[in-house]
């Protein structure tokens, strides 16, 4: 069942998990330096790994993984994951595979485009696409949906939460008079122009696939998209 933005969260995304951030939980000083975003990536790994708690050794593909957070946390979170870390950009595979990400036992780092994954069907438990979707235009997010959902059970979305019509004009209206002179405000009002709203979400599914359903829940300032398809029952079961 589709969810509903103003929904409480539905039952096929798991909720947050209750605890520290990062660097007061591990110490980790990259959590000091890197602050919000390296915690998204952390309380992220956390919503993932609650959809793959029942597979002894999950087979998790993330997309898109630029300087290789997520797949980090991952590893470090689960002692038995494997991880396949991709990205289309070749510069930044090349700095995963030099990295320790390379080198780890349980990782395999790939160029790799998320608008044609080059994988079999159902490859893998869970693929995740975090914190980039609403860089995307309409056609190639259509099918990083369609992707990502064949080559894995689901696919788990974390990116910025597009609000109702009204609110987004106040955040808009927010940006407007630091855009012109702040790179980092106009990078906000650029970012939040292209989110993607739940609305957005389902009519690129039913673009690619009418079989593929997507789930909402919030993480914060941004939202969960859980995308899966419905698999025919094979003939002759119950």
Same mark, same amino acid.
Request: glycine share 8%; with cysteine; aromatic share 4%.
């Given at each position: %069942?589709?969810?509903?933005?103003?929904?409480?969260?539905?039952?096929?995304?798991?909720?947050?998990?209750?605890?520290?951030?990062?660097?007061? /939980?591990?110490?980790?000083?990259?959590?000091?330096?890197?602050?919000?975003?390296?915690? &998204?990536? #952390?309380?992220?790994? !956390?919503? !993932?790994?609650?959809? +793959? /708690?029942?597979?002894?050794?999950?087979?998790?593909?993330?997309?898109?993984?630029?300087?290789?957070?997520?797949?980090?946390?991952?590893?470090?979170?689960?002692?038995?994951?494997?991880?396949?870390?991709?990205?289309?950009?070749?510069?930044?595979?090349?700095?995963? @595979?030099?990295?320790?990400?390379?080198?780890?036992?349980?990782?395999?780092?790939?160029?790799? &485009?998320?608008?044609?994954?080059? /994988?079999?069907?159902?490859? #893998?438990?869970?693929?995740?696409?975090?914190?980039?979707?609403?860089?995307?235009?309409?056609?190639?997010?259509?099918?990083?949906?369609?992707?990502?959902?064949?080559? /894995?059970?689901?696919?788990?979305?974390?990116? %910025?939460?597009?609000?109702?019509?009204?609110?987004?004009?106040?955040?808009?209206?927010? *940006?407007?008079? *630091?855009?012109?002179?702040?790179?980092?405000?106009?990078?906000?009002?650029?970012?939040?122009?292209?989110? #993607?709203?739940?609305?957005?979400?389902?009519?690129?599914?039913?673009?690619?696939?009418?079989?593929?359903? +997507?789930? *909402?829940?919030?993480?914060?300032?941004?939202?969960? @998209?859980?995308?899966?398809?419905?698999?025919?029952?094979?003939?002759?079961?119950?």
């Amino acid at each position: %069942m589709v969810g509903s933005a103003a929904a409480d969260r539905p039952s096929g995304i798991p909720g947050p998990r209750r605890r520290r951030r990062p660097h007061q /939980a591990t110490g980790d000083p990259l959590a000091r330096l890197d602050g919000p975003d390296l915690a &998204d990536h #952390y309380h992220f790994a !956390a919503r !993932a790994l609650q959809l +793959v /708690a029942d597979i002894a050794d999950p087979k998790i593909l993330e997309l898109g993984a630029g300087h290789g957070a997520l797949s980090r946390k991952l590893l470090e979170m689960h002692p038995t994951a494997q991880v396949t870390v991709t990205d289309i950009d070749p510069v930044s595979v090349s700095n995963l @595979v030099s990295g320790d990400l390379g080198g780890h036992p349980r990782a395999v780092v790939r160029q790799m &485009d998320a608008t044609d994954i080059d /994988a079999p069907d159902r490859s #893998y438990d869970l693929a995740l696409f975090a914190l980039a979707f609403h860089h995307l235009p309409p056609v190639p997010a259509a099918r990083v949906l369609a992707e990502g959902t064949r080559v /894995a059970n689901k696919l788990l979305i974390c990116d %910025m939460r597009r609000p109702p019509a009204p609110l987004h004009l106040i955040r808009l209206a927010s *940006f407007l008079p *630091f855009a012109l002179v702040l790179p980092l405000a106009h990078d906000g009002l650029i970012s939040s122009l292209r989110a #993607y709203s739940p609305s957005g979400f389902r009519a690129l599914a039913a673009h690619e696939d009418p079989a593929i359903t +997507v789930e *909402f829940g919030r993480m914060g300032r941004n939202q969960i @998209v859980l995308a899966q398809r419905r698999r025919p029952t094979p003939l002759g079961s119950a």
